[in-house]
Nanobody
Framework: QVQVVESGGGLVQEGGSLRLSCTTS????????MGWFRQAPGKEREGVSC????????YYEDSVKGRFTISRDNAKNTLYLQMNSLNPEDTALYYC???????????????????WGQGTQVTVSS
């Protein structure tokens, strides 16, 4: 069973920043496209940003373009999401998602996900 663990969530004021991290127990980390989803109360889970296996291609949902940056360090088995200019609409439980041998588009848009993390809460106060 692959373990996926997120960290870095918290409470921040509007306009602030947070960096989320995601690590896995998967030894072939570079074989996985990965990404971040979020789910606010009463809303569906949505793909926020995803990244290809090499890190060379990325996807961003329209509302976070220019504010969020996804990256990965395959040597450290770690995925990141740098979130800047946060606003209350970004408040949600953020999940890390990984899928082997696929693309960032498949993960974020087609929602082909092999493994989910347990989520980390991000709360933005106005």
């Amino acid at each position: 069973q692959v373990q996926v663990v997120e960290s870095g969530g918290g409470l921040v004021q509007e306009g602030g920043s947070l960096r989320l991290s995601c690590t896995t127990s998967e030894l072939t980390f570079k074989d996985y496209a990965m990404g971040w989803f979020r789910q606010a109360p009463g809303k569906e889970r949505e793909g926020v940003s995803c990244i290809s296996r090499s890190g060379g291609d990325t996807y961003y949902e329209d509302s976070v373009k220019g504010r969020f940056t996804i990256s990965r360090d395959n040597a450290k088995n770690t995925l990141y999401l740098q979130m800047n200019s946060l606003n209350p609409e970004d408040t949600a439980l953020y999940y890390c998602a990984i899928t082997r041998y696929t693309t960032e588009y498949d993960v974020c848009v087609r929602r082909w996900v092999d493994n989910w993390g347990q989520g980390t809460q991000v709360t933005v106060s106005s």
